[in-house]
């Protein structure tokens, strides 16, 4: 017996195949009357960064709460915009938008357990075989740790190639 879809977890970097992505999520929730939650998880700055900026530079690190607050509003912002392109409800399937400071991978699976998430969707960035195989790949990473369906979007063909700025 395949377990229904109810609550999807969506996690973006905000690169263009995230957004192209993003229309996956929106149909599937559609289609299974299920709700979404978007994540993005932003790489921590390492400690020994820290330790070597001062002045103006520490402020701006210590904005972070400011950068997560503006991803925040561009997500909330790209859904109203699919809603306007697709013709569909996005806004009213969105339950959740989550930003937060933390290795992608872990972030990603922290988030799909604490919210009870039935599925992950993820865009592939398809960066070749060396850095994939020498730095890993969050949706590998993802995959290989979850006992959760997960559900890899590839890169568009280029006509239909969608940018965050552009939305």
Not at 17 to 28: G, I, Q, T
Not at 116 to 133: A, R, S, V
């Amino acid at each position: 017996m395949i377990p229904q879809i109810k609550k999807i977890l969506y996690a973006t970097d905000l690169s263009r195949n995230s957004a192209y992505a993003f229309y996956y999520a929106v149909d599937l929730a559609q289609k299974k009357g299920a709700t979404i939650v978007i994540l993005n998880a932003i790489e921590p700055i390492p400690a020994y960064v820290k330790n070597y900026i001062t002045g103006v530079e520490k402020r701006d690190l210590d904005s972070q709460k400011e950068i997560i607050d503006i991803i925040q509003k561009r997500l909330n912002n790209f859904c109203q915009k699919v809603d306007a392109h697709m013709g569909s409800p996005c806004v009213e399937l969105v339950s959740k938008v989550i930003v937060r400071v933390g290795h992608p991978i872990e972030e990603i699976l922290s988030v799909a357990d604490e919210e009870g998430c039935d599925m992950i969707i993820l865009g592939n960035h398809g960066k070749g075989f060396l850095k994939q195989t020498f730095l890993g790949s969050v949706s590998h990473g993802v995959l290989d740790r979850t006992r959760k369906p997960v559900f890899i979007i590839p890169l568009p063909p280029e006509s239909e190639v969608i940018d965050w700025a552009s939305m």
